[in-house]
Each structure stands twice: as C-alpha cells, then as structure tokens.
C-alpha cells in the first residue's frame, strides 16, 4: 500500500475483498437491468419522432405541416411527368389530369392512405375519449364515493371490490367483443360514436374507481369527523368537506384513465371506429345522428396504415407521421398525469 | 332545545321528504350504491353477452360435424390423409435432395456437377412420387362427388330457412312455392362408397409400387444423409404397415353412425385446426391460437421477468433518491405507450432488426437463428415483454416496498451486507407479491391484441415443438388476434361468428382466473407484522 493511501483509509473503511467485488458486480447487473428497460422505451420513441419528425414538422414557418394535421387522408399517386417523378393527392392528382391528359398513359402507382393528413382520425380519438371519460368519471367517483363513504365493510362491499378488481383484468378485446354484441347488436346502434363511448366507459372504469378512491382516502378522517360533529349530514359532509379536496387528486389520477382510452384500438375496432369515412363528425343532418355515426380513430387508422398498405417510403411517412402525433397525444396526457401527481403528492400535507 | 318529540309533526320532519320510506339522505346513499353496483352489473354483463352470442356456437359445430359425415367428407378424408403423408414423405426426400445438394458444393462441386451426380436420386424421387397418382386420381374424383352432396345439402338448408321465414311472415302462398329438395344421403353416398373394391385394388397396387420403388433407392455419400435416407425408409414402411388399418376404416364407416354430442364440444377443446371458409370443411379448434398465445406470452414473461423484478429491487434497495425519481416516472411513461404504436413499430423496426441479429454468423448458436420470417413468436415477444415490465415493475415494487423496516434492519445488526439481505430478506419476504405481479403481467400479456395481430405472424398452426427451442422463430397466430382479425368479416350468427365469441369466453375466463389467482396469491400469503 502506498504511504498516501495509507493516510487516506481509517480503520474502519470497508476493504474491497473480492466478495465486496462481486456484490458490486451484482448491483451493477440489477441496474444495467433498470437502464436496459428505459433505454429501450427510448429506442422506441426516439425512432418514430425521428422518423415522424419529417412529416409533422418542416424547416419552414409555421414549423408545423398543417396539411396533415387538417386534411382528410387520401390516395397517393406517385408517377413520371416529363422525365420528372410526380407525387400528387387524389384531388390534386385528378385536377392535373384534367389539364394533361396525357398523364393517363403515364406509369401511375398509387397507395391509399399516404397523402393528405389524419384531421378526421384525430377528431374522432379526441370525441371518443371526451364521451367515454365523461361517462367513466360520472359513475366511477359515484362508485368510489359509495365504496369509501358509505359502505360498511361486508359480504356485498367484498363482491362489488372483487368484481371491480376482475373488470381491470378483462382484456380490452372482450370488452370490444362485448360492446359489439351489446351496443351494436343488441340494442340496435350499429358501429357509432355512442357504442363506443361505453365501451371504453366500462374499460377505464375500474382505473378511475380505484384513482378516485385513493384520493377520497387521502382527506383526513378529521375533515369528515368535525363537519358530522356540527350536525351537517353526511352527504353536506361529502359535498363541503371531502369532494373539493378530494376532486384534484381524482382528476389527476383519472387523466391516466384518459391516456388508457385514447390508446386502445381493439374495444373500439367493431363498436365505433370506421377505416374511411368522408364527413367529419359534426356533418350530420339530424343532431341525433350525431351520435349514431361511426367515426375514424388515430389508433385504428394507425392499425390500418400498417397492416393494409405496404412498407416504402411514400407510405413510411404517413405511417410514422399517424404514430408520432398518437404518441405525443398520449404521452401529453400521460405526463400530465404524472407530473400532477407528483406534484399533488409533495403539496398535499395534512 | 326542544325534544323533537313535542314538536308538532310536519316542523319535525322539516326537508324530510320521503320516497319509498327513504329520506333524503337515504336516497343520495342508495344512488351511490348503484354506481357501485355497476361493476358487478357490467361483469355480469360480459358474461351474459358473451354467452348469448357464443353459447349457439356448440350445436352448430354439431351439426356442422354431422354433416361432415352425412356427406361422406369424413370417407373422403380418410383417402385424403394417405394422400397428404405420402406427399409429405415426398417433401422429406426433397429435403434430403437439398441437404446433398448444399454438402456437395461444400465439396467444391459446381452446381451443375452436383445436379449430376444427384441424378439417380432424382430418378428414384420421381419414381417415388409418381406411385401416388392412381390414389390422388380416385381421391379427387371423391371430393367433387363429396363436396357436392354438401353443397345439395346447404342448398336444401337455405330453401328450408327461406321457408321457414316467409311462413312467419304468413306468406303461405309463397311459402308452398319454394322447392325443397330433399337429400337423401344413402342414394349420394352409393357412389362414394361403392369405389371401395376399386380402392382396395389400387391402395394394393401402390404398396407393391413403393415396395419396389423402395428397393431402388440409391446409396448417399455421406453417413448423416445416409442415416436420414434410412429413416425415410422405415417412415415409409411404417406408412404402408398402415394401409391395413385405412382400410379396415373405410370398411366399417357408416354415415348413419350418430355423431356423439361431446364431439362439439371435444372438436373445438381439442382440435388442432382453426379452418374457415375453406370450400371443403370448416374446423374451430382453439388449440393452435391458444398455443399461440402462450407461447408468446412465455417469451414475453420470460423476458420481462428478469428485467423488471431486477429493475424493482435495484429502484428500491439500491438507487439514490434523485435515480427513483428519474427512473419511476420513465417507466411508467413505457406504460402509456399505445400498443398499436408498439406493433407498428414492430412489423417497420423490430422484426427486420431482429432478423438481421439473428443471420449474423457468430450468433448461429442460438436456437433458431437465423431465421427467415420477419414477423414470429421471438418480435410479438419482445415487444409484450416491453408492455409486462411496467405493470410487472410497479406491482414488484410495492411489495418491496411493503417488508418492514425492521427485516431489514436486524439483517443488517446481525453483520448481513445489503446483498445478502436483499436476497435472503427482503426478496423471500415479498416473494408473494413479486409472484402476483407476475401472474398480472401476464394477464395483461395474455389479453394484448394488437402487438400480437401485428407482429406474430398471423399463420394459424400449432408451432412445431420438435424444432426445440427454435420454436421461438416460428409465426403463430393468436386468440386475441383472431378475434380482432376475422370478427370483422364473418356473417353475423353464422357459425363462424359463435366460435369467435366462444374464443373470447376462453380469454375472459382465462384472464379472469390469472387474476382471481394473483388476488388470492398476495391476500394469502401477505406477511402480517404485529
């Protein structure tokens, strides 16, 4: 041992024996394991908003391609015009045609889908997960508040928390098996906004149950006890004293819920979502129809784009383009959740 | 104050208002109850729909079986099996062909010196193909004359149904007008089974063909093709020592035998084929989507175990406080990504990536590789096993969060170091927990449809265990995925539309069950501190 080493080590300093050495080693192993997972969630969403970045974004103002944000996907018809390699949507493909004629005996290839924008998919995904969070949050804090407030511990309170512990382990097909022979069939409403609002209700539906629980536990029992003990009933208790701090925590913790409807393509592949549909939603005649009208989601038109057309690079680009704004989309509501949370969870003390 | 008692009535029961004896209060309580009550209504509801849709699915396969042999299809089958292992001897000898082919360029033969010297077995692997021609002559002829007679028969159903229903429209008149035509099988069928004697001659005729043909085979030149030349022969006896039995079978079918009732329900258990819309006959067995399944489930556990139980005790026992707080959010940002999103990048990114891994030469020893199918169990594994690590993560976590400080402590006093603790400590004491969040994560695996309708290759076949752990590079398909693949196109009440929601009844109960486990499991055994 060097003399300024020896300086340096007291008696009771741990000697790297070669025991010492492996435990290390072992550690080393457990968290090349953590970043090993991070790392990869990193790959995957580096790669589409690389890949997606050229559609979304461009070089010049306003940054953003408003096309594909605003327009309505169409055909793309790629083909040789005076030595020059053309790509044209349908309609702008049509009107040149119109003016050359001879384009028709031109080699046109064409793929559905790759021009235009994803406007009609994102509309559908935002009514969609409006309707179904609107209807999940109504019943879940209702739930939640009977489970947490109102219920005395009892044969029936363990059947109702089973049967919502069993809901969150159905997988999401056979809640779409389920709205479709339900919604769809049963009561007549066809492949529409509606059908797949419940669908995807009754899906979160044990997410917020169980969000909103938490935060209706995480009131102090003494805001509930002295609001009783000055005579108010138990619903004035629930309504002054427990929901206004219960509610932030219960919206937080249920925009996860959000990101998990806005998500899910199989519940809504035969209850609400349609491959192509010309009128936006709000085109209807009768405000009825409104909701009696299929709609055409980011998810399943992301499903489409990559399973029904071919991988190239005309069609790459709506493909990473669709995937890179569902993504920002749900890892928007995603990390909103889970700042809030965190932030909720250091500001909340009692 | 004034007891309420000397109050007079209505100043008592001021706001007091009742609906079916319930005041006020009583009613908000009794309508949060409901909302409640919701949970349990929509389980049952699954359940309900579930079965309403897919219990007919049972006596439509038995009905579809009967006429499977009413039909004389099941006779015809049993021509068509012979056929098929004939021709998959024949397969294997052109297997062979192209192992010699391969070892002799290895020996610097060029290609056309090669197929040269492969001319003998080429003679003797035509001779050996062609015996079957007067079999497969006969058996083509019988499956028009079978499909026919089903055909008769769906017609006959139609007409019976289109009857049927103008009756209970109380069009009688129209009703009388429609023609039925009434199949009578034992007529049909006299054609079929009449080419038994002609059989029997030609089935003789092609044994003594192989025998001889046998007899022909030429010699390999190395001892491994050789060795595999000899186990062709043997397969090939075994083949024609089987003759006998076809036959006896052929003999004693009889259309009339009833089709037993447990068969509806065995065929579909038990059956190794998901066939649908084939112009011949349809077959719902569940075994080939539920392999599927679970082999890509296995994988993905298999994966994601190791990685996200290793990630939970590093977060929890090793990692500084400002690493838990970067590394807690991250993954649960991994479990927001959509899975669509996820199998999208598997069939643009993964799949070619994994393939180009796997052809990279010094990594040949791994089972499987290199493998040429882009989209198999190996990509759709992966990918579930990036889905699992959240839930898998989290739920592990807590339960290493849950031991008591005290283990740990006194693990410690008594001279431990942090190693040792984790391992003998704090792992075994929340080894009920780390196992429930196993079980959930494979639940959530198991009932994933998108990465698996992407990514798995989509080929509807039991994988081929014998490969070993090569079975890993093979295309299934799956139970969530064939739901979300062909519920969109297939009649609605049609048989093929029961199965269907029968599958998905299997997947609930299935999940249901993983579930009730992993609840039962941490409630169990959860370790109690007084």
Redesign the interface.
């Known amino acids: 041992m060097s003399p300024s080493a020896a300086i340096l080590r007291h008696e009771f300093q741990t000697q790297p024996t070669a ?2 050495r492996r ?1 290390k080693g ?2 080393l ?3 090349a ?2 970043y ?3 790392l ?2 990193g790959l ?1 969403l580096g ?2 908003v690389y890949k997606g970045a050229g559609t979304v974004f461009q070089l010049r103002p306003p940054f953003l391609n408003v096309t594909f944000l605003t327009a309505a996907p169409e055909s793309l018809h790629v083909f040789e015009y005076q030595g020059r390699k053309m790509e044209l949507g349908d309609h702008d493909y049509r009107a040149f045609e119109a003016q050359h004629p001879e384009v028709k005996q031109a080699k046109a290839a064409s793929y559905v889908y790759s021009a235009g924008g994803i406007f009609p998919c994102i509309a559908g995904t935002v009514l969609l997960v409006i309707g179904s969070i609107s209807i999940a949050l109504t ?1 879940g804090v ?2 939640a ?3 947490n ?3 005395r511990d009892g044969r029936f309170i363990r ?2 928390r ?17 709205g ?3 919604f769809v ?2 009561f007549g409403w066809n492949v529409s906004l509606i059908a797949g609002w419940f669908t995807l209700a ?1 899906m979160v ?2 997410v917020v ?1 169980t969000a909103s629980e938490e935060s209706l536990k995480a009131v102090p029992k003494g805001f509930r006890e002295g609001s009783l003990a000055l005579g108010a ?3 004035q208790t629930i309504r002054k004293n427990v929901l206004p701090y219960a509610l932030p925590g219960i919206l937080t913790s249920s925009i ?1 819920g959000i ?1 998990r409807v ?5 519940p809504i ?2 209850t609400a979502a349609y491959v192509v549909r010309d009128k936006l939603p709000w085109e209807v005649q009768h405000a009825m129809d409104f909701f009696f009208q299929g709609v055409m989601a980011l ?2 038109h ?2 489409v784009v ?2 029904k057309i071919p ?1 190239n690079e005309y069609t ?1 680009r709506v ?2 383009g669709t ?1 890179l704004i ?2 920002l989309i ?2 928007l ?3 909103s959740s ?2 809030l949370r ?1 932030r909720l969870r250091d500001r909340h003390k009692w | 104050m004034i007891p309420a008692r000397s109050l007079p009535h209505f100043l008592a029961n001021k706001s007091r208002i009742r609906v079916f004896g319930l005041d ?2 009583d009613c ?2 009794v ?3 409901g ?6 209504i ?2 049952a ?2 359940t309900y ?2 079965f ?2 897919g219990a007919g699915f049972f006596g439509q396969n038995y009905r579809n079986l009967a006429v499977y042999r009413q039909a004389g299809l099941e006779y015809v089958d049993y021509l068509r099996a012979q056929q098929d292992d004939h021709t998959a001897l024949t397969r294997y000898l052109s297997d062979l062909r192209v192992r010699q082919f391969a070892s002799d360029l290895r020996q610097k033969m060029s290609p056309a010196e090669a197929n040269a010297a492969l001319a003998g077995f080429d003679d003797f692997a035509g001779k050996f193909s062609d015996t079957v021609e007067p079999l497969r002559t006969l058996v083509s002829d019988l499956t028009e004359q079978a499909s026919a007679i089903k055909t008769k028969f769906t017609v006959m159903e139609d007409k019976q149904e289109e009857r049927r229903q103008l009756l209970a429209e109380g069009k009688s008149a129209e009703a009388a007008k429609v023609v039925i035509q009434p199949v009578d099988f034992a007529a049909e069928l006299k054609p079929i089974t009449g080419t038994l004697p002609a059989y029997r001659e030609t089935n003789s005729e092609f044994a003594r063909q192989v025998e001889r043909v046998l007899a022909q085979a030429p010699a390999l030149a190395t001892a491994d093709l050789q060795a595999r030349l000899d186990r062709f022969k043997q397969l090939t006896r075994a083949y024609l020592a089987g003759f006998p039995a076809i036959v006896a079978r052929l003999e004693a079918w009889d259309y009339t035998k009833p089709v037993p009732r447990r068969q509806a329900f065995t065929s579909f258990l038990f059956g190794r084929e998901w066939l649908t819309a084939s112009f011949w006959q349809d077959w719902y067995g569940i075994l080939p989507l539920l392999a599927g399944s679970i082999m890509v489930s296995l994988v993905a556990l298999l994966l994601s175990v ?3 139980v ?2 939970a ?3 929890n026992q ?2 500084t406080r400002a690493e838990q ?1 970067f ?1 807690k ?6 479990s ?10 598997g ?3 993964l799949g070619q990536a994994l393939r180009s891994v796997s052809q990279v030469s010094w990594l040949s020893w791994i089972p499987g590789f290199p493998y040429s199918e882009r989209l198999n169990i190996l990509t759709a594994g992966c990918l579930l096993a ?1 889905i699992a ?1 959240p839930t898998i ?1 989290t739920l592990a976590e807590d339960a290493l969060n849950n031991v008591p400080r005290a283990f740990t402590e006194a693990s410690f006093a008594l001279g431990a ?3 040792q603790t984790v391992v003998r400590i704090i792992v075994p004491a929340s080894l009920s927990g780390i196992i429930s969040a196993v079980l ?1 994560g494979l ?1 959530r695996v ?5 990465v698996v ?2 990514c798995a290759g989509n080929r509807i076949a039991i994988p081929d265990f014998t490969a070993g752990l090569a079975v890993i590079a093979q295309p299934v398909h799956t139970m ?1 995925g064939i ?2 693949q062909e ?2 196109e297939v009649v ?1 009440g049609g048989i093929h539309y029961r199965a ?2 029968v599958v ?1 009844l299997v ?2 109960f299935l ?2 069950g ?3 486990v992993a ?1 039962r499991i941490v409630r169990r055994y959860r370790i109690s501190i007084g």
């Open positions: 025991a010492r435990e072992i550690f192993l457990f968290r394991a953590t090993f997972i991070l990869c969630g995957i790669t589409i019943l209702f739930a508040i009977y489970l407030e109102y219920a059947f109702v089973l049967a919502i512990l069993n809901l969150a382990g159905v997988p999401s097909i056979v809640f779409g098996l389920f479709f022979g339900m069939i049963f009754f539906l044990p149950i009933t138990r619903w996860l990101a806005a998500g899910e393509t199989a592949m035969f998810p399943y992301i499903y990559s399973s991988q790459e493909q990473y995937a569902f993504l749900v890892a509501i995603a990390a889970i700042i965190y | 006020f209060d908000i309580r309508f949060f109850g909302n409640a009550v919701i949970s349990i929509v389980l509801l699954i729909f579930l309403r849709e190791p990685l996200a290793g990630a005790v590093y977060v090793f990692a707080r590394i959010p991250c993954i649960e940002f991994i927001a990504f959509p899975s669509v999103v996820l199998g999208f990048f069939i643009a990114v990036l690590i993560f170091t942090r190693l959930l639940g198991i009932g994933e449809t998108m309708l992407l969530t739901i979300a519920m969109g609605q269907l929601f998905g997947l609930f999940s249901v993983i579930n009730y609840q």
